[in-house]
């Protein structure tokens, strides 16, 4: 019996070409498509995304920015884990889910919070300012705490800005916080600008970013620098201005964030522009210009001297008789002259020598600093305004709900 051989069948060229010409039955030029096509897709997208985040990255990251290992990882994984472009992506999701909960929250009561206060090493530029809150809880976490002293450091940095546009003829200024929201603030995520200032945000993105984090609703409330005169003039020339802060109630006493702050200005008159004050007087006038913020924290003297006093009573914007009886009634004593005197700032008695007022106590101290070698020009020492900040100052607090609407409410986050 004859065997029988399987030939394979010979294609002529016509065919061949036809297997992959035949747009009406055959299939196979759409499947070596696909697979060319699935084929050139695996090769882009592993050489542009890595399948794993560096482990190295992830935990510097994780480390500077306090984010979740997720949140880290597909921040290194959609930036190629290229570090710098990591951090701006998670700069741009915190300002998104941020921006959510900020709406969210937007209609709670901020009255916890901070007063921050910032100076410059030479005390020629400071502010103070109040970044609001609903908690004390989060009032006292690192990262409110932060972000509050680097609102106060870029508010003093406002400060040439805010005195040319006219805000005030130096000494202190009422920052407009509108103004204030849109200047650029250091990066928050890791606390320092990048050397080609990306990555920078705003305060007002930064405020949201951090809302986003601890989830509370976040208000700055106010704020206040002090500044040399930006007019010019002789007499200007011859004034140079001091600011002294100081703040109660905080973390630690070396920290410049607290409860309660305050800002004052003196003027140095000096005999001649170039009159150039010594180090050790610098010193000293430093020295002044806190003892005479701790005053205005601890005493809270709501008028400069008496004639300002008397302007406001004639104004009608000071009810001196309502107040004497207010006074009265809750504390007793005397309600004459001493009750005025504590009043007024620079006739309050001195904390730190009571035998004298404070005006006493600031020209005794000029006298003495005119003696002192680098005081020669000191023609005079004026205390010429301050500012005192007490967090939730007229804000109207919510009364707090009780238990279960608390539990109700986290449940609802």
């Keep these: ?40 897709m695996t090769k882009s997208t592993t050489a542009s995304s890595p399948t794993k985040a560096d482990i190295k990255l992830l935990a510097r990251l994780r480390k500077e920015t306090q984010v979740s290992v997720t949140k880290a990882r597909d921040a290194l994984l959609s930036s190629n884990n290229d570090y710098k472009k990591a951090l701006e992506w998670l700069e741009k999701d915190a300002i998104k889910s941020g921006a959510k909960k900020a709406e969210k929250v937007g209609d709670r009561v901020a009255g916890e919070g901070v007063i921050a206060i910032a100076n410059t090493p030479n005390n020629d530029q400071s502010a103070i300012i109040e970044l609001g809150c609903e908690t004390d809880f989060v009032a006292r976490s690192e990262v409110f705490e932060l972000l509050a002293q680097n609102i106060a450091r870029q ?46 945000v705003s305060i007002k993105e930064a405020i949201v970013q951090t809302i986003g984090k601890l989830g509370e609703n976040m208000i700055l409330r106010r704020a206040v620098i002090g500044t040399q005169s930006a007019t010019t003039s002789p007499d200007n020339d011859k004034v140079q201005k001091i600011f002294g802060t100081y703040v109660h109630g905080g973390p630690k006493p070396s920290m410049p964030i607290g409860k309660i702050g305050a800002l004052v200005s003196i003027d140095i008159h000096k005999s001649n522009t170039n009159t150039v004050l010594g180090d050790t007087v610098m010193t000293e006038l430093k020295r002044l210009t806190r003892r005479l913020a701790q005053q205005v924290v601890g005493i809270n003297p709501k008028f400069l001297d008496a004639a300002e006093l008397e302007n406001a009573v004639r104004a009608g914007k000071f009810d001196l008789e309502s107040y004497k009886a207010q006074q009265l009634e809750e504390a007793g004593g005397s309600g004459g002259d001493e009750l005025v005197q504590s009043l007024v700032f620079l006739d309050q008695k001195f904390m730190f020598d009571e035998s004298k007022t404070v005006r006493l106590a600031v020209e005794e101290i000029a006298s003495g600093l005119r003696q002192s070698p680098g005081g020669e020009g000191i023609e005079g020492i004026s205390v010429s305004g301050f500012k005192r900040f007490e967090r939730g100052e007229g804000v109207e607090k919510k009364e707090a ?13």
Aim: net charge negative.
């Design 155 to 200: 508010a003093m940095f406002s400060v040439n800005e805010a005195a040319n546009k006219g805000c005030g003829d130096g000494a202190l200024v009422n920052v407009s916080v509108d103004r204030l929201l849109e200047q650029p603030l250091n990066n928050p995520t890791t606390g320092n600008n990048n050397d080609d200032g990306s990555g920078d």
């Design 401 to 413: 709900p009780d238990f279960a609407e608390q539990v109700r409410e986290q449940l609802n986050n």
């Design 1 to 40: 019996m004859r065997a029988f051989r399987l030939q394979q069948p010979i294609l002529r060229p016509t065919t061949r070409n036809n297997l992959f010409n035949n747009t009406k039955g055959s299939v196979l030029p759409k499947v070596v498509a696909l697979l060319f096509s699935t084929t050139a």
